[in-house]
């Protein structure tokens, strides 16, 4: 952090002056505008480059002080950001292997296929690195609220970048983005995409000018929706057109151990029990937080050797509960 901002940040009244020239060298670390500054700080954008050219004619004491806290808590941000532990860079799970498999035959078949399982088994994490290594990939986010074809649309209309203002001919200009270019599209949460909206997805998968490769990605029960299990069987109708299918319940002990390989975890004690923090509610995704909130712990210890009493430390502490004694 900036020499000038730690000495605002430790004077008890700076002068508008040293405010200005803090700020001046805050956006120059951060590479943001004053008006993107202005935004996080609350301050008018007007009001924020006149107190910055120092021709603001109003309460300038409190301009002041608005753009104060915000250099406090943007010092916060970056103490919080320097003591967090790298994430790890992504690990080719056994799991990973099988849902790159399942994305590869939708993309070059093209197929429609389905990836489900509970969440933390690594399904979105698997998806995105699929993206970074293969070209024409998109990953549409589904929310709870895109039931229907004018929602979806809109929302592919973003991931694909498609500037189509006519709501009419927005579906063709789609199509025609997606034509030619062996193009996959992944619905990531696809438990919450709706019939009709699913639907108009299908339709360009569908369309032999366009044969988009298709991949659901969601929770177990989206799988059931759409093989007409239960009372869900709304799908049932579209079951013949899916390819393969991938189910996770939980993670598999390779992930676990390819992970904790990773992350030079090696004592016998530390995975066994990081082995059963995976199998908890959030899986691949809580052990990798408990690995991260370890290491914080041991190094506001001063030690960088992670050892189980901060493993269980850190279960504790994002659990709720007190540290089971050994």
Known sequence: MGETIDTVLATPNPDHDAIR????????EDRVSYSELARQAGIATSTFHAFMADSYKGNVASIAKSATIWLATRAAKVRVIEARPQRSAFVMT???????AVLAQAQHEPDMVTICGEPGVGKTEASREYQRRNSNVFILTAEPDMKSPYAVMECLCDVLDVREANSVRRSRAIARFLAGRQALLIIDEAQNIGLSALDQIRAYHDNPQVRVGLALVGHPDTKRRMTGGGPLGKFAQLDSRFGMHVHRGEPLQGDVWALLDAAGILGEEERRYLRAVAKKAGGL???????RAARMIARGQETEALGIEHIRLADAQLSNRMAETA
């Open 21 to 28: 020239l803090a700020l001046r060298e805050a956006a120059g």
């Open 285 to 291: 995704r809580k052990m990798d937080r408990t690995i």
């Open 94 to 100: 056994p799991s990973a292997e099988a849902f790159h």
